[in-house]
């Protein structure tokens, strides 16, 4: 019987909160709010709070029950729809992100190598870990966002002398607007975390459980964006496809090291690689959910295959997906926040209603099969 641990289901709610968003976003939002960036993060987190309360509101009144079985059992039509939304969100979201890894380690790190081996090599990983389970991805996370946390926090340690403290100053100097059109642009990002409740009970997923994740990554995407005004400047950034990578490569550990860019890659690439297997983790147990008759460990194949497939047919360069970012709000903010809004809605009810005749909580006879995935063992 598989299961997350609540610092686990932290660390993965960091992780899609963190990831992702190093590689696509500080361009554009560094571009728009310049010194002011670290507004439109907190902006950003701020505004899915509430979000974040309301789906741990339903967990709790629905406790050994994922989303996606509330949906399904308490609304077996408008359920399945709304549970479809989220699987056709992530599966999107699931080719975004593999396309953006793909170009990532194509432009970084092999240059020489034909496009379709690094993504057949990053596709065939992400399958792998993601037919695992649940609970490898737990334990895959435990072992590699840590030591990438660590990492961040050391960064000043290498980089202090280069730190100029005139790229932070004024504050709001162009107004309240760009930094609030940044908030917008990095909104999407900060609610993928919204997944937490989809793949993980009530007992775990709390309210508590998603504000550690959320604030924790906040911190991180804030030091990673003042390492990068300090370092680089305001005008610089914006210019770049990936100014937190240019930012790492301004690090020199010694004379004769002057690539410690490299290991730093090498600890980023397998906590991304394990969020690109997230969604699709999330995608397969959601089609579970909704057809008990399938396996989920037998879609990854075929999704994951789906996913590389669509990661080209979407997006031809990357140049075109981080211009899709200033699209992707309008997409993504109304499955992010409108549909837990309308979820919250429908499944409020009062205590007496939640039980059942006998006084017993609906779906208590499920709660093991719902706190495990019994069909990855």
């Not at 917008?184 to 409740?197: C, M, R, T």
């Not at 996913?307 to 993504?332: C, E, H, I, K």
Request: hydrophobic share 55%.
């Amino acid at each position: 019987m598989e299961k997350l641990s609540e610092r686990q289901l932290i660390l993965i709610g960091i992780a899609y909160i963190l990831n992702t968003t190093l590689i696509s976003v500080p361009n554009l939002v560094l571009g728009l709010a310049r010194m002011d960036a670290w507004f439109s993060y907190g902006a950003a987190v701020l505004f899915f709070l509430p979000v974040l309360w309301m789906l741990a509101r339903i967990s709790r009144r629905f406790p050994g029950q994922d989303l996606f079985s509330v949906m399904i059992d308490s609304m077996p039509a408008a359920g399945r729809f709304l549970a479809a939304v989220f699987i056709f969100f992530y599966l999107f979201v699931l080719m975004r992100d593999l396309r953006m890894l793909i170009d990532f380690v194509n432009i970084i790190l092999l240059p020489l190598t034909p496009l379709t081996v690094t993504a057949s090599l990053l596709v065939i990983t992400v399958i792998m870990i993601a037919r695992g389970g649940m609970e490898i991805l737990g334990r895959m996370t435990e072992l590699w966002l840590p030591v990438l946390l660590i990492v961040i926090v050391l960064i000043p340690v290498f980089l202090f002398q280069d730190f100029d403290l005139r790229f932070i100053r004024p504050f709001f100097d162009r107004g309240l607007i760009p930094p609030l059109q940044g908030a917008y642009i990095v909104a999407p990002y900060i609610g993928e975390i919204i997944a937490l409740p989809l793949i993980c009970p009530g007992p775990v997923f709390r309210f508590r459980t998603g504000l550690t994740a959320m604030l924790t990554g906040m911190t991180a995407l804030l030091l990673l964006t003042l390492y990068t005004i300090l370092t680089l400047g305001t005008l610089i950034p914006d210019r770049v496809l990936f100014p937190t990578y240019e930012m790492v490569r301004q690090i020199r550990a010694t004379d004769f090291l002057d690539r410690f860019d490299l290991p730093l890659v090498g600890i980023y690439l397998p906590t991304m690689i394990t969020k690109v297997a997230y969604s699709l983790f999330v995608v397969c147990h959601g089609l579970h959910r909704m057809f008990p008759g399938l396996s989920a460990r037998k879609l990854i194949n075929p999704f994951g295959l789906a996913a590389y497939v669509g990661s080209f047919w979407l997006f031809d360069n990357t140049t075109q997906m981080l211009g899709f970012n200033r699209f992707w709000p309008v997409v993504a903010l109304p499955v992010e926040v409108l549909l837990p809004v309308l979820l919250f809605l429908m499944l409020r009810r009062t205590k007496r209603s939640i039980r059942g005749g006998d006084g017993k909580e609906p779906g208590k006879e499920r709660r093991e099969e719902a706190l495990g995935s019994s069909e990855y063992r």
